[in-house]
């Protein structure tokens, strides 16, 4: 059935450049997106960057840049990334558009309307890095365990919202899997957040501390926090000048990363509902990459730049990369010298060839599509099966495994039945009319994850002509 989707990713903040974990989010929701077309589905996927608040405004301050301009020049490296990573978004948004401005300004708006906001004194602990409050329970040695820095001391007016008001419904939605968050840890640890003391939370800071957002329309020289500015992008992010187009009729499905879980499912959630508007249907969270079991950072080093891996690996091969190191949902270490291994065995050997030698052969006995047997195509059917609900439930890394399962068993019904000894001319036809059929299915299977490879392969199914696709690296 033919469906109408919203697939987003987290905008990015761009005190920085993009780097592999930004990477592996938006390539999973572009393989994602591709999938969901294939099917049918109408979908408009939507990424783009986070440019207010203190985060955004301190690092330009160090780099003795206008803000602006930082955001100008950062946004664009992560557009420039995107397009070298094959991604087909639809909208690119910065919060930092007069249009997204306005539309949160009318949001807020409807809230203080709705009586779901109030002012109080505040004091508290926050993390610039995190643009969060923390509590004391939080810290470690005094510093945010993500950040290693200590967070500084708030004491303000602020407007807060009443996240208490809509805490128990929002808890129902999710154990009854209303608002869907996968996978099932993801879920089990919300649920889990709903035990803890939950309070309602700022959302607004006072002008002079932070001047880099957007101004609150209520309440004098106050900007709005930019966790509020930054969630209604998924709502803004539609190039037009309407609110949330896409929300009327379509399910929203937002793919993010479990270090900001708490404000997609319990704070987001909450404030449209108490401004009357859909919730999303479905949330997606992966885990974390760490490199040589080393959290990513500029002080270690280690931080891995995703166009460099394109220069090098090539598009393809650099989506395949990120997705196939582990589950997506779980955590996982990658070593940086591992990915010419992972490249030369599942690609180069392993894909690259198997597609290499079917078409040498096919040529050489000038066959160029016969009809498949019967057992071929169950085994095909099975593989689909598989495939398709992996992808349906975002188990992106098992789909891929399924997939290179096909490949092994082609690679040993090569060896098993070896065509270049068969005289008779009917069992030749027959091996590798099957062959040619696994290799156009396998073009199909791949096209959401390596969209380029695909066509390639598909290219030379037509013509008979075969061209290497990942060449051997040393
Ligand atoms: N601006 C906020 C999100 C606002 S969404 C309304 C933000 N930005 S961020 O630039 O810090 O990006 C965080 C996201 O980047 C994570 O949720 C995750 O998707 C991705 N990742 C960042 N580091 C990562 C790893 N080391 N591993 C995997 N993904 C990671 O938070």
Not at 182 to 199: C, D, M, N, S, Y
Not at 406 to 418: A, P, S, V
Request: hydrophobic share 35%.
């Amino acid at each position: 059935m033919k469906n109408k989707i919203l697939i987003t990713t987290p905008i990015y903040y761009v005190n920085d450049k993009p780097h592999w974990g930004h990477a592996y989010t938006t390539v999973a929701a572009d393989v994602l997106t591709r999938f969901f077309r294939i099917q049918g589905n109408e979908v408009f996927f939507l990424t783009g960057t986070d440019e207010h608040g203190a985060k955004v405004a301190e690092s330009a301050e160090k780099l003795g840049k206008n803000p602006k301009v930082l955001c100008d020049d950062n946004s664009e490296a992560y557009k420039i990334a995107w397009e070298k990573l094959g991604i087909e978004y639809d909208y690119f948004i910065r919060t930092t558009d007069k249009i997204h401005e306005e539309k949160v300004v009318e949001f807020l708006k409807e809230l203080k309307d709705k009586n779901a906001v109030y002012e109080k004194e505040y004091e508290g602990l926050y993390c610039v890095g995190c643009e969060k409050f923390l509590t004391e329970k939080d810290l470690v040695d005094g510093k945010c365990p993500d950040h290693k820095t200590e967070p500084k001391k708030i004491a303000e007016k602020n407007y807060f919202f009443k996240l208490t008001n809509y805490l128990g419904k929002i808890e129902k939605l999710i154990s009854k899997d209303q608002l869907l968050i996968q996978p099932e840890i993801a879920k089990k640890e919300v649920l889990g957040l709903f035990k803890q003391r939950l309070e309602d939370f700022s959302i607004s800071r006072q002008k002079e501390k932070v001047r880099w957002g957007i101004d609150l329309p209520f309440g004098e020289n106050q900007t709005v926090y930019v966790w509020v500015d930054a969630l209604l992008n998924y709502c803004t992010g539609n190039g037009t000048k309407e609110f949330d187009t896409y929300w009327e009729k379509g399910k929203v499905i937002h793919v993010l990363g479990k270090d900001i879980l708490k404000f997609h499912a319990i704070f987001w959630p909450a404030m449209l509902l108490a401004a009357g508007k859909n919730i999303p249907q479905r949330e997606f969270i992966h885990g974390f990459f760490t490199f040589n079991g080393q959290k990513m950072s500029k002080t270690i080093g280690n931080v891995i730049d995703p166009s460099e891996i394109v220069d090098k690996f090539g598009v393809d091969a650099t989506r395949y990369l990120l997705l196939s190191q582990f589950p997506f949902g779980q955590d996982g270490d990658v070593k940086k010298e591992k990915f010419v291994e992972k490249y030369n065995s599942d690609l180069a050997n392993g894909l690259g060839n198997l597609v290499a030698r079917v078409l040498t052969l096919a040529n050489k006995y000038g066959i160029k599509d016969g009809k498949s047997e019967k057992e071929i195509e169950k085994r095909i059917k099975g593989v689909k099966e598989v495939y398709e609900k992996d992808m349906q439930d975002f188990r992106l890394f098992e789909a891929l495994e399924e997939i290179w399962k096909l490949i092994g068993f082609c690679d040993k019904y090569i060896e098993e039945n070896k065509p270049w000894q068969i005289t008779d001319k009917k069992k030749l036809e027959t091996v590798l009319s099957n062959l040619l059929y696994c290799i156009s299915e396998i073009a199909d299977l791949i096209a959401p994850f390596l969209p380029e490879t695909s066509e390639k392969i598909k290219n030379q199914l037509k013509t008979g002509k075969s061209e290497i696709l990942f060449p051997r690296l040393q």
